[in-house]
T-cell receptor, first 113, second 114 residues
Framework: GAGVSQTPSNKVTEKGKYVELRCDPISGHTALYWYRQSLGQGPEFLIY????????DSGLPNDRFFAVRPEGSVSTLKIQRTERGDSAVYLC???????????FGQGTRLTVV | GDSVTQMEGPVTLSEEAFLTINCTYT??????LFWYVQYPGEGLQLLLK?????DKGSNKGFEATYRKETTSFHLEKGSVQVSDSAVYFC?????????????FGTGTQLKVEL
């Protein structure tokens, strides 16, 4: 596609439920990043993939958060046992290679009620 | 660890006014510095960047100079337009091995009025 696509654009879920957020990067981009943006804050790094492998997952807040990129293209961010504090906009970005410009999607707004 | 501090908003200006948004950083080594912009309803977009001290990044009339001695990367524009209304984020990255992992400031909302 022309840009980074994230689905759904909005997700409302109940506390304790499991959610999956999807990111379709720009075709051919080998690097993919997930960020989380809480209200009034800047994006915070969660995890970075180079190809299929997670090169850096130091930003994942706890073991309820997990992300995969099985074929080196689409990525899914998975959150188990959601908490109200998980409410935020989850941003995905991709770049042709690491150390080149990152292009961001419009984000998925997650609301945990 | 790395951190970026930028001036709080919202900043409200009249069209054709001069804009400055302050940004300072704390980081080890020699990071690259970025300004990203988020227009209403759109994703973050790279506005400009500088990769070493004294470099000036520029785009769309905006510019910022990498000042290592003051650890700053202030964003400026000589004459703002209504279409510049957006949220601006200052960010840094260590472009070595760790990928393009970015550390962002909290963002500054700019409103430009006629």
């Amino acid at each position: 596609g022309a840009g980074v696509s994230q689905t759904p654009s909005n997700k409302v879920t109940e506390k304790g439920k499991y959610v999956e957020l999807r990111c379709d990067p720009i075709s051919g981009h080998t690097a993919l990043y997930w960020y989380r943006q809480s209200l009034g804050q800047g994006p915070e790094f969660l995890i970075y993939f180079q190809g299929t492998g997670a090169a850096d997952d130091s930003g994942l807040p706890n073991d309820r958060f997990f992300a995969v990129r099985p074929e080196g293209s689409v990525s899914t961010l998975k959150i188990q046992r959601t908490e109200r504090g998980d409410s935020a906009v989850y941003l995905c970005a991709s770049s042709l290679h690491e150390n080149t410009e990152a292009f961001f999607g419009q984000g998925t707004r997650l609301t945990v009620v | 660890g790395d951190s970026v501090t930028q001036m709080e908003g919202p900043v409200t200006l009249s069209e054709e006014a001069f804009l400055t948004i302050n940004c300072t950083y704390t980081a080890t080594g020699y990071p690259s510095l970025f300004w990203y912009v988020q227009y209403p309803g759109e994703g973050l977009q790279l506005l400009l960047k500088a990769t070493k001290a004294d470099d000036k990044g520029s785009n769309k009339g905006f510019e910022a100079t990498y000042r290592k001695e003051t650890t700053s990367f202030h964003l400026e524009k000589g004459s703002v337009q209504v279409s510049d209304s957006a949220v601006y984020f200052c960010a840094l990255s260590h472009l070595t091995g760790g990928g393009n992992k970015l550390t962002f400031g909290t963002g500054t909302q700019l409103k430009v009025e006629l």
